[in-house]
């Protein structure tokens, strides 16, 4: 498997909804694996709060409200299938393609699994997935073509790591 460099960050959230890195890079190097990325990527990744997570959804999309995860891509990828986007995206202090920034709510993710009667860890999982597919161009908001493409890689993906489709 590529090494890839995933940087996990914990802010304004207390221990007891501090989610588990381990998991956190699992899904990423797994989600970019079953993609077929095939070079060395870094993902930055902020584990935040709703009031957080509020204000950079304000910030970046105008939106005034917290969300569970939020995705900010470095390139536009067109899938299904990894391109890589060239040499020059090629990061030349770390040889590293930067993939982007992935944004999550603790406090959203604890909701949403009681919602849907699952573990936290389950939801961590969905929501880091479906984090990196954004990262790699998959969307959902334009074509119900689209949205099931993706759902089907996340629940590919899930499947690897042993999570059962839920949704």
């Avoid at 998991?23 to 694996?33: D, E, G």
Wanted: proline letters at 6%; a negative charge; glycine letters at 6%.
């Amino acid at each position: 498997m590529v090494k890839h460099k995933i940087s996990v960050r914990h802010g304004g959230v207390t221990p007891p909804l501090k989610l588990q890195i381990p998991l956190l890079k699992q899904c990423i190097r797994i989600a970019l694996f079953k993609e077929g990325v095939d070079v060395p990527c870094e993902v930055n990744v902020l584990v935040t709060d709703d009031k957080g997570i509020r204000k950079i959804n304000r910030e970046f999309r105008g939106i005034d409200k917290p969300t569970d995860v939020l995705s900010f891509p470095m390139y536009e990828f067109t899938p299904p299938g990894w391109a890589h986007p060239g040499a020059d995206a090629v990061d030349i202090e770390s040889g590293l393609v930067p993939l982007g920034d992935m944004v999550l709510s603790a406090e959203q993710i604890d909701r949403q699994a009681r919602t849907f009667e699952h573990t936290r860890e389950h939801e961590t999982a969905y929501l880091t997935i479906h984090s990196t597919l954004h990262l790699l161009g998959y969307d959902h908001i334009d074509e119900a073509e689209e949205k099931k493409h993706m759902r089907e890689r996340e629940e590919a993906i899930m499947e690897e790591i042993g999570v059962r489709k839920y949704r």
